[in-house]
């Protein structure tokens, strides 16, 4: 049943009570602890509220190993299961943990294995004693050879080819594969860890670092917010540390953090801005990591420390809304959770909003408004892809993923119509009323969890009951809930844009050679949109004009990069497929690298190119980006 269905028309009846209950003298709603479909947890049973790591990297047989003392609570009277998430976890002993550190063993078994939910950790808990509800469970474990979270690179595979390195990325659900845990983003908790790892390298988590003894190889964090178990994030390897300002720095490999450092110059300006508009930063610090090419996220928002694709450093700063959108997730995201991953749009989508208005507060109009088009021109196409593959209703924002990966979840259609919807908001009630309504959310919401029906009912008491004829009712839930986007949203347009384009067509209709176009002034933006928007009939000598001209071959800006190689691969191209190779072997970023080998699957001729080039890659990429290449190329092996 599609979404739309799903809501029903007495939807609205339910939303407006909630509303009035927001409308009343009380800033907070009791969110119910409901069953997450993609989690095996029973919040409604035992919730964890503080996880105590303490493991051991072990390079030569790429696991860790050690254990988790899992703080939970008792929320039902007679309850006596704890259920934990785990998937190819070895679990050795479980325990109950005492005031003085003496454990008790207890019964548990693993459930069956789920592709999806990997499998149940189900533990027999007996009656809390005394006053508190609160008890310490004690799991010794080691990670699996296939945990999903875990990459492990050899020195080779990194910056600096001097030592090995290890990152997590446990979003969305792969922070089973590392921790058992309740891994769901309606459950949140603080941590503290100890991590032990070879002399030489450093560790650093999404926490704050408290030092250890020099020297031993032990790393000390404590992360006092509550956070769900995707947020939680290890890595380690030959880092490096500059300061930036006085709440902000980044990490890197030697060999990149002098580049990185000038890269990110503007981050607690950003940082700045970002608070002036949205409220306090409420996480203390706000540093980078910028990680091995083989990450898989062009971002990842682990709270205190995002984790950065190095395909962010261009040398001239033109990238850095990857940056505020990852800063802005310390509002959106990370201090107000998406209840479940149907509910993504609230997470990227309000975070995709937030990122181009800092953007516009630091680097003024021009460099969002451009954002914007472009964002536009992608969703376009997004939903236009999904049409023709018969899934319309995974354009809608809210999703319903049940039985389905919530990988799945992950398009642009939470980025960008989410954003959208927020823009399209804004033009209807003006930007003040909305600014101060995003104050409002952050603040009631902050550190908790909402779903798609609660923003909506919070969204219709605090913003639109006070205007009541900004948004039509059926228009307002085409948004949220329809497929595609509603009719007569306008359509964003921007000067320099508009030049590349009145360009494009004179270069296209030959009323301008191609030394004529004035490509040293445009920006990476502009780039993008002439290159994203030629047509895949040019003539090989065309190409080759346009590739000299504009130094397209030795482009360091990765998207401008991605954009001309898949012109390069739609127009069959062949002079660029040397530098397609040494793209596709030298980032796994999966935005960069996704689009093309779909082009390359197209045609066997170009799917035996993508074969070989995959063959080298492979050993580099992020096993999610290995799943995705693989599902794409499944023949390889006999090509």
């Known amino acids: 049943m599609a979404v739309a269905d799903r809501v029903g028309t007495t939807a609205p009846v339910a939303l407006i009570a909630i509303a009035i209950a927001w409308l009343g003298c009380c800033a907070a709603v009791a969110v119910a602890a409901t069953r997450d479909p993609h989690s095996h947890a029973e919040p409604s049973q035992y919730v964890v509220r503080h996880a105590a790591l303490d493991l051991e990297t072990d390079f030569g047989v790429q696991r860790l190993r050690g254990a988790v003392d899992l703080t939970v609570e008792r929320i039902a009277p007679t309850a006596d299961r704890l259920l934990l998430d785990t998937r190819g976890l070895e679990i050795q002993t479980v325990g109950l943990r005492d005031a003085a550190g003496n454990v008790t063993p207890l019964e548990h078994r693993l459930g069956p294995p789920d592709p999806i939910l990997g499998r149940a950790l189900e533990i027999d808990m007996p ?29 080779e595979q990194t910056a600096g080819r001097a030592q090995p390195f290890l990152y997590t990325q446990s979003q969305p659900v792969h922070a089973r594969s590392w921790i058992p845990v309740q891994d769901s983003p309606g459950i949140r908790f603080t941590y503290e860890a100890r991590i032990r790892t070879p002399p030489g390298l450093q560790a650093v988590m999404s926490a704050a670092r408290d030092p250890g003894p020099s020297g031993t190889g032990e790393h000390h964090f404590v992360m006092p917010q509550p956070i769900p178990a995707y947020l939680v994030a290890l890595a380690v390897g030959d880092l490096e540390f500059r300061e930036l300002g006085p709440r902000t720095g980044v990490y890197a490999e030697p060999a990149v953090l002098a580049a990185a450092a000038h890269e990110f110059a503007d981050l607690e300006a950003m940082l700045v801005a970002a608070e002036r ?10 540093d980078l990591l910028i990680m091995p090419p083989s990450f898989p996220m062009g971002g990842m928002e682990n709270p205190r420390l995002s984790f950065i694709s190095p395909t962010v450093i261009a040398g001239d700063r033109s990238l850095v809304s990857m940056i505020t959108h990852e800063m802005a997730h310390s509002w959106s995201g990370n201090l107000v959770t998406n209840a479940g991953w149907g509910d993504f749009w609230l997470n990227e989508g309000v975070t995709t909003y937030l990122e181009r208005r800092i953007l516009e507060g630091v680097f003024g109009s021009r460099l969002a408004a451009m954002e914007l088009v472009l964002g536009r021109q992608y969703l376009d196409e997004e939903i236009a892809d999904l049409m023709a593959a018969g899934k319309a209703s995974d354009t809608a924002l809210a999703l319903d993923l049940r039985g389905r990966d919530p990988d ?16 399209f908001v804004e033009w209807r ?21 909402v779903t798609t029906a609660e923003f909506e009912a919070y969204l219709r008491a605090k913003l639109l009951a006070r205007h009541p004829d900004a948004i039509g009712e059926r228009e307002f839930r085409q948004w949220l809930y329809g497929a595609g986007l509603p009719s007569g949203v306008p359509t964003v347009r921007d000067a320099a844009l508009a030049a590349v384009e009145q360009q494009r067509d004179d270069w296209l209709a030959g009323r301008l050679e191609t030394g004529e176009l004035p490509v040293e002034s445009w920006s990476p933006q502009q780039w993008m949109r002439f290159l994203d928007t030629l047509p895949d009939d040019l003539t090989d000598q065309r190409l080759a004009e346009l590739a000299a001209h504009g130094s397209l071959a030795e482009a360091g800006n990765y998207e401008v990069s991605r954009s001309w190689l898949l012109l390069a691969v739609r127009s069959d191209y062949r002079p660029a497929d040397a530098r397609l ?21 197209r045609t066997p001729e170009r799917r035996a190119l993508g074969c070989r080039i995959y063959a080298q890659a492979r050993p580099g990429y992020h096993p999610t980006t290995r799943q995705m290449v693989d599902a794409l190329l499944p023949d390889c092996d006999r090509i």
């Not at 508009?277 to 706000?286: A, E, K, T």
């Not at 799945?408 to 823009?423: D, P, T, V």
């Not at 009630?429 to 969890?449: E, K, P, Q, S, W």
């Open 581 to 601: 190779e040494s793209f596709l072997v030298g980032t796994g970023r999966h935005k960069m690298v996704k689009r093309l080998y779909e082009e390359l699957a």
């Open 429 to 449: 009630v003006g930007r003040a009323a909305l600014d101060r309504f995003l104050a409002g959310y952050f603040h009631d919401f902050g550190f908790r969890t």
């Open 127 to 155: 009656a809390p004693t005394g006053a508190t509800a609160r008890q310490v469970v004690r799991i010794e474990y080691s990670t699996g050879p296939d945990a999903t979270a875990l990459q492990w690179l050899a020195s």
């Open 408 to 423: 799945e979840a992950l398009s642009n259609i939470a980025y960008e119509k989410g954003s959208l919807f927020l823009q």
């Open 277 to 286: 508009l949205f409220g306090p930063y409420r996480w203390d610090r706000y």
